[in-house]
């Protein structure tokens, strides 16, 4: 059975970093369009940056230069590096990988917070 792990969530204080990885488990074909989303409560899941194969990548407006996504294709895991966290960055962030059809992880939960 496919699916895909989070692991890199915790608490950190504002202005901190963290970074989270996401692995595609239990396929060996090539995992096409990787990325990561949020959703803080009461609001809806939002894109956060997504990357293809190629290494394509897209950012929220408001995760550009604050982020980095990356992936290692040999491995089927992709990498959201995240830095100058504020307080709205608080939310359980969602692993996405197109393995054939949508595949979604649990999430990890991200709490920037003093």
């Known amino acids: 059975q496919v699916q895909v792990v989070e692991s890199g969530g915790g608490l950190v204080q504002p202005g901190g970093s963290l970074r989270l990885s996401c692995v595609a488990d239990g396929t060996r074909v090539r995992v096409g369009r990787m990325a990561w989303y949020r959703q803080a409560p009461g609001k809806q899941r939002e894109l956060v940056a997504d990357?293809?194969?190629?290494?394509?990548?897209t950012y929220a407006d408001s995760m550009k230069g604050r982020s980095t996504i990356s992936r290692d294709n040999a491995r089927n895991t992709v990498y959201l590096e995240m830095n100058s966290l504020k307080p709205e960055d608080t939310a359980v962030y969602y692993c996405y990988a197109r393995i054939f059809s949508d595949v979604w992880g649990q999430g990890t939960q991200v709490t920037v917070s003093s």
């Open positions: 990357i293809f194969p190629s290494g394509t990548t």
